[in-house]
């Protein structure tokens, strides 16, 4: 899909409405206002939210209610599903469909009556004073539509009869209007898929994201508000298929593997022999699908899909088919209320047009029997003790366990930790059943107490592991930008995978599949390599198995591009299986997402293409640290088993870190050549006079020798340098570290790099820095033959298993083999 105009229009959409919601507010709250007057528990309602909000939160709030519900009535306009085009034209017309019937005196009885009909009527004819007369009848009219839509979908248009309405923005006509952008950007052709109403969420949202991060570099911490815009991704649409197709497609192949779906699922790989122990599905209406963070729905969207195609394979008519596919498999998890609503629209959008193929639609069906889809917007809900402890007197003890007490207790943390709750209680479907059964009508004080223990149950009920399937592409956030809050939960609840949120998911998204079920992901590859993620990598070796993979690397996301994001897209299987052989595509040379999809369809034809890999999980253990290093050769893992490591023979350290680099760290010649102290040892050093001493701070690629530019202040053993350290941290050893092997001779190499490793003899006299460490021989001549190895071709692919992002920190050279 062309994104570029979807992009330009909501962000401009976004600063339009918060201009005029807030324009409107000011109105509304002038003390003479009409609004006053003829709405005044509205206002009241309104000055109340503006008590417990800030007026910039309520002005978001009313201006995402509005971008979300035009936008969803121009995509059924566009795709024929409004009885009615509402906020767009007949053929031939300019002015929307609604208003033009209007003028002609045609209103819908079902839409309006009584006086609100005749209010519009009036105004229409002039019977009405008014600035702008068909402004003010149309306002009318979409309400009015809205209101209507509460009834099919109340999880998108909630009834407006509130302070949404007073706030709503004025200029709706005019052809500078918010409605003549949406329809401008909301082509037919844009509005042929769903997918549209999220790639509109993500850029209405990209602003906010952006003054996040900015933020984030002042050390702004992420609240539990600004979550979702922190962490919205749009995922594209080949990326879903893989991830879908790899999942839920291959589980249905097991159980059916003459069924017909193989032939849509081009992305799927098969796997490399036959499979004989999986989950057994018999019917299609056993299948639980699960998103648990599913943003605007792109995932659940597909899975509708691939369903369709299963229904329609076992069997079913394809006219019953929506209303099994929502009522039975699909479900989705989501903190953000306006993402929410957006992926619950999504799924209506697809059951409303019935067979995802266009073979007709379902409207009729669907108007009839509204379906609601099962979306679960995660809230905070906070009960006080004493409440807790009344309402427990209510229903007794026995209902009321120690497990639903705790359960309460963990959704004091919804809003800020999601889907990575455990619930205590594990049986919350029954204890729901049951208190949705007490009566409290005749209890005043305990009917809020039971709507939040019921709201509770509700949300733990999509927590429990039940699901045959989990999909998600879950948020990405480093334990650097959490609030204070989040990091410590994350740190109790999930210490082996604290580094990041999405490694979290990981583990959660385990526990909500099912035994032998499916998890299907795309994440950050750093999970893969980095050995802050060693203990859940060893995890996932150890308890379940990778089956398939798509290694995408760096622009896999053309809406983000650079290479800011690296990602794998991988399917795991909740079962252990060591010695099962993966599916793994090396796909981290492409540069684009074109490149990338093209290379997978490529797979899926062509398994000999040279970048498909099979290999199992044992394979990975022979690598210290187990990074998932599909690609090595078995020789170049048999190294790892049978080579001496580098730290057997040689000492690898990092240097100093001067914590003022501008004052301690010159170019060679720019002090006095005099006050330098060349060829020192660590004693003469502290004996001469000389300020200045050699330093190695990697650089550039360099083998063999040089790169030896920089000097640095260690003045009376570097006493300047020290009391900074002091100063700031406390303790001179938090960044003057191993001085012990300063000025001795051995080998230095840059730790980043953008090729390969190159090594440097470095002579006695040098102090050396954290981007220049170095390691220390016992042995000389193992000195030279080290260095004449590490520069050698041999090494590039040792390293490109413990390092392939080409960070060369010494503690990976650790486990180099020679």
Not at 220 to 235: D, G, H, R, V, W
Request: glycine share 6%; aromatic share 10%; with cysteine.
């Amino acid at each position: 899909m062309e994104t570029t105009k979807l992009k330009k229009f909501a962000q401009s959409a976004r600063r339009t409405l918060l201009t005029q919601v807030s324009s409107k507010l000011k109105l509304v709250l002038a003390k003479d206002s009409a609004a006053r007057r003829e709405n005044p528990l509205a206002v009241a309602e309104l000055e109340q939210q503006l008590a417990a909000n800030s007026d910039k939160q309520v002005v978001e709030q009313v201006a995402y209610l509005w971008f979300n519900r035009l936008c969803a009535l121009r995509f059924m306009d566009a795709n024929a599903y409004n009885r009615i085009r509402v906020v767009s034209p007949a053929d031939g017309q300019f002015q929307p469909e609604i208003l033009a019937e209007a003028k002609a005196g045609h209103i819908d009885e079902g839409l309006l009556q009584g006086k609100l009909r005749e209010q519009v009527l009036a105004l229409l004819s002039g019977a009405a004073p008014s600035r702008d007369p068909q402004g003010e009848a149309y306002r009318l009219l979409v309400v009015a539509v809205c209101n209507d839509y509460h009834r099919l979908m109340p999880y998108l248009f909630a009834r407006i009869d509130d302070y949404s309405e007073l706030l709503m923005p004025d200029d709706l006509l005019s052809e500078n209007s918010i409605l003549a952008y949406t329809r401008e950007a909301m082509t037919l052709e844009a509005c042929e898929s769903v997918e549209v109403i999220g790639w509109l969420y993500q850029f209405y949202i990209s602003e906010k994201k952006d003054e996040v991060f900015e933020g984030l570099k002042n050390n702004k911490k992420i609240t539990a508000e600004n979550i979702p815009a922190a962490t919205q991704l749009f995922t594209p649409h080949w990326i879903v298929r893989y991830l879908v197709e790899n999942s839920l497609g291959r589980l249905w192949l097991l159980n059916h593997p003459q069924s017909g779906i193989r032939a849509q699922m081009a992305y799927y790989i098969e796997p490399e022999t036959p499979e004989r122990d999986f989950l057994k599905i018999r019917s299609p209406e056993e299948l639980k699908i699960c998103d648990p963070a599913c943003g605007s729905g792109h995932m659940l969207t597909y899975a509708y899909d691939l369903l369709f195609a299963i229904y329609g394979d076992a069997g079913y008519d394809a006219a019953e088919i929506p209303e099994k596919i929502l009522t039975h498999n699909l479900y989705g998890i989501e903190i953000d209320e306006r993402a929410a609503e957006l992926a619950a629209f999504a799924l209506a959008m697809k059951a409303l047009k019935g067979d995802p193929l266009g073979a007709g639609n379902n409207r009729r069906r669907f108007f009839r029997k509204p379906l609601k889809p099962n979306i679960c917007r995660l809230e905070k809900v906070v009960v006080s003790a004493q409440a807790v402890d009344d309402y427990v007197g209510f229903v007794g003890r026995d209902l009321f366990t120690a497990d639903l007490r705790q359960t309460l207790k963990q959704f004091e943390e919804a809003d800020n930790v999601g889907s990575l709750i455990r619930p205590a209680l594990r049986n919350a479907a029954d204890a729901l059943a049951t208190l949705e059964a007490k009566d409290v009508a005749g209890q005043l004080f305990l009917t809020g107490t039971h709507a939040s223990v019921l709201k509770v149950l509700r949300q733990a009920a999509y927590l429990s592991p039940q699901y045959h399937v989990v999909i998600a592409n879950p948020p990405y956030m480093g334990s650097k930008g959490m609030n204070g809050r989040l990091a410590a939960w994350i740190k109790d609840h999930y210490p082996d995978s604290k580094s990041d949120l999405f490694a979290a998911f990981i583990e959660r998204n385990l526990d909500l599949a099912q035994k032998q079920g499916a998890v299907a992901m795309i994440t950050m590859q750093s999970w893969m390599f980095l050995s802050s993620f060693e203990k859940l990598r060893t995890k996932l070796l150890d308890t379940k198995t990778i089956t398939s993979m798509a290694h995408l690397g760096a622009r896999a996301f053309d809406s983000i591009g650079g290479e800011v994001v690296s990602t794998t897209a991988f399917v795991l299987e909740n079962a252990h299986r060591p010695d099962y052989k993966g599916n793994y595509l090396r796909l981290v040379d492409g540069n684009s997402e074109t490149e990338k999809q093209t290379a997978i369809l490529t797979a899926t034809k062509n398994p000999a293409c040279g970048y498909l890999f099979h290999v199992a999980a044992l394979d990975f253990e022979k690598i210290p640290g187990s990074p998932i290093a599909y690609w090595a050769s078995p020789k170049v893992r048999d190294l790892f088993v049978n080579s001496p490591s580098l730290a057997s023979i040689a000492k690898p350290r990092q240097g100093l870190a001067t914590s003022d680099n501008d004052r301690f760290l010159k170019q060679w010649y720019e002090p006095q050549i005099q006050s330098i102290g060349f060829g020192l040892t660590k004693k003469e050093a502290f004996e001469s006079s000389c300020k200045w001493f050699p330093c190695q701070k990697g650089g550039m690629f360099r083998k063999w020798y040089g790169n030896n530019d920089y000097v640095v202040n260690w003045e009376n053993d570097g006493s300047e340098i020290k009391s900074l350290v002091i100063a700031r941290y406390g303790s001179a050893s938090k960044r003057v570290v191993n001085e012990d092997m300063y000025f001795s001779q051995g080998l230095t190499w840059s730790s980043l790099s953008s090729s390969a490793l190159s090594m440097r003899y470095v002579a006695g006299g040098f102090i050396f820095e954290t981007k220049g460490s170095m390691c220390f021989f016992e042995d000389e001549s193992v000195l030279y033959d080290s260095l004449a190895f590490a520069n050698s071709s041999v090494i590039n692919p040792l390293l490109q298993c413990v390092s392939p992002t080409l960070d060369f920190h010494e503690g990976l050279l650790v486990d180099c083999r020679l």
